[in-house]
């Protein structure tokens, strides 16, 4: 079965929002990437249900979702991934309490997880995954689209 992957693309003090992934033992050809905050999603959510879940338990903080920006399928990982432009609207960033930070020893091969803001002049810079959607993100922020 598919599994559906969603993510937030935050704008945030003048910046955007990453997981920044460290020591990803799992991964054999890249343990240390960026990437957007998200994950699957759980029975009975929306998309936009679960983005706004998963960012709340990545990152620590509230937004809303303006509008659906990408969508890839990937099938490497048997999923379909879903990439909303979304903006912040309360909580502290970096306070995310969820699995991922439980030190649950299922998750060590998966590395660390650390919230990051990355200034948007930087963001080309970057190590992102998925490339694909690198490459969109970069072209939309250099056009002022984001």
Do not use: W
């Amino acid at each position: 079965m598919e599994r559906t992957r969603v993510a937030g693309i935050i704008p945030i003090e003048n910046g955007f929002a990453f997981m920044h992934r460290v020591g990803v033992v799992k991964r054999k050809d890249y343990q240390e990437y960026y990437t957007f905050p998200g994950g699957g999603l759980e029975e009975g959510e929306t998309l936009e249900e679960g983005t706004i879940r998963e960012i709340k338990e990545e990152l620590g903080i509230e937004v809303k979702v303006i509008k659906k920006l990408y969508e890839m399928k990937s099938d490497k990982f048997n999923q379909k991934e879903v990439f909303y432009l979304c903006e912040y609207v309360n909580g502290k960033f970096g306070t995310g309490d969820g699995p991922e930070f439980s030190n649950d020893p299922k998750y060590i091969s998966s590395g660390k997880y650390l919230p990051e803001i990355i200034k948007r002049d930087k963001v080309k810079d970057l190590f992102l995954l998925p490339f694909e959607i690198k490459d969109k993100f970069v072209k939309d922020i250099e056009e002022e689209n984001i």
